[in-house]
């Protein structure tokens, strides 16, 4: 692995225990690996057995992907542990271990909000029961929002809420995850150099963080968490079959996506034919307007109309029995040696990380940074460069030609229909093969 300036691989510069009773070993030797609970782009999670029979989750983060002095990921580790709220995934420990990041959390044993509904979505389906999900689907955001709404509070964002990083134990107990930690990651790692490079999923990407024009707050993500109902309802997010540039262009241009807007998982229909209720559709569309100031805060949406009832301590313990005895007791444990599958990160091209390659020094927030300031960069997965800008001057230049003003609102369908002109979807198929051969050299079409 290439040395990286200020990177110590001394474990006791990083090693962070627990001053709890129980103190965390910084000592690889000390965990058995029991499983692998999934993967994900720059780590691998596993399920690990510690000292007295304990077990943790350990995340193995190969040190090339790291683009952060190991001191400061220290200081950030020790204020994750402060971070003791019960919807928010705290971190025992971690240390180095070879080229290797280890970080030691509790074990979140059904895994992901997302793979925990669709593998119990497949028990019922196996089982010829229907699968009702939106009752718990609700539980499972507000509960996300009592964590989200700790860290607001905190003048933090998270910058990567998603489906994946909302983990579920067996006791039906819902955690964030990953708070902090995909800020130190890098792609490429010594190939960028100079060049301070930022990762993210682009799917649950608020279009304002995409456009900077005005900069972009805490209601980000709201957007991500509209996102995440939407992913959990339908078994993937919206634009998650697109590669990344892509995912940009159509959540800057298009209204934003719906229940409606996208068809269901085609895997195996696993989430067809759920029905959901109009407060489910009222609480996705509050979540995804394009104005960030038009949403709501996290303490809105929890003493709104849709979720307050849920505030109810008694209300919460029957939502969180009925999910564990619906949900999480039908689906087996990740990373256990008898669970026949780990929980799949079905990489759709949208799902895939993106980097910005920010072309000068900028104040780095912890978390996925979601960051274009002037004079950044994207890089889809070819890894070529292509500036935002010039993907929104394409953008202008294509509305221009085909729809006028309002093309960032209206789809090509509707483009076409308001002008009369059968060729705009050609068009906008032509355009974004072009832009495509520009940039990643994917084809969109395939897909
Ligand atoms: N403490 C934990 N307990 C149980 N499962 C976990 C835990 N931490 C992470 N996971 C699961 O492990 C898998 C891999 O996680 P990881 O954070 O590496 O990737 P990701 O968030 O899915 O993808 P990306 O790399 O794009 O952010 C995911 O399915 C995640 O839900």
Sequence with gaps: MAEKEGMEKDSSIIAVSNSSAFEWPPDPSCYELIGKIGQGAFATVWRAKAPEERECA??????????TNLAEIRLEVQAMRLSLHPNILTCYAAFVNETNLWLLT???????SLHCLQRARRVLRDRNEVAKMEDHILYILHETLLGLQYIHENGQIHRDIKAGNVLLDGNGDVRIADFGVSGWLVQGGAQQEKAKTFVGTPCWMAPEVMEQVHGYDYKADIWSLGITALELAKGYAPYAKYPPMKVLILTIQEDPPSLESYIDDDDDDLACFEEYT?????????????????????????????????????????????????????????????????????QMPGNAPISIVLSKEVDRP??????????????????????????????????????????????????????????????????????????????????
């Excluded at 509790?106 to 992901?112: A, D, E, Q, T, V």
């Excluded at 444990?333 to 026949?340: I, T």
């Design 106 to 112: 509790p074990l979140m044993s059904k895994g992901s």
């Design 278 to 346: 109009r407060t489910f559709r009222t609480l996705v569309q509050l979540c995804l307007q394009k104005n960030p100031a038009k949403r709501p805060t996290c303490q809105e949406l929890l003493n709104g109309k849709i979720l307050s009832f849920m505030n109810d301590p008694a209300v919460r313990q029957t939502k969180r029995e009925t999910i564990r005895s619906q949900v999480c007791d039908i689906v087996p444990d990740v990373g256990s040696r008898s669970s026949s599958s780990s929980p799949s990160n079905r």
């Design 58 to 67: 350990i995340k193995v983060l190969n040190l090339d992907h790291v683009d």
């Design 366 to 447: 912890p978390g996925t940074t979601w960051v274009f300031p002037d004079g950044s960069q994207v890089l889809s997965s070819s890894m070529t460069p292509v500036s935002i800008d010039d993907v929104l001057e394409e953008l202008d230049e294509f509305g221009k030609q085909t729809g006028g003003e309002h093309y960032r609102s209206k789809s090509a369908e509707e483009l076409a229909k308001n002008s009369g002109d059968d060729n705009v979807q050609d068009d906008l198929d032509a355009f974004m093969d072009e832009f495509e051969q520009n940039t990643a050299g994917e084809d969109f079409r395939r897909l």
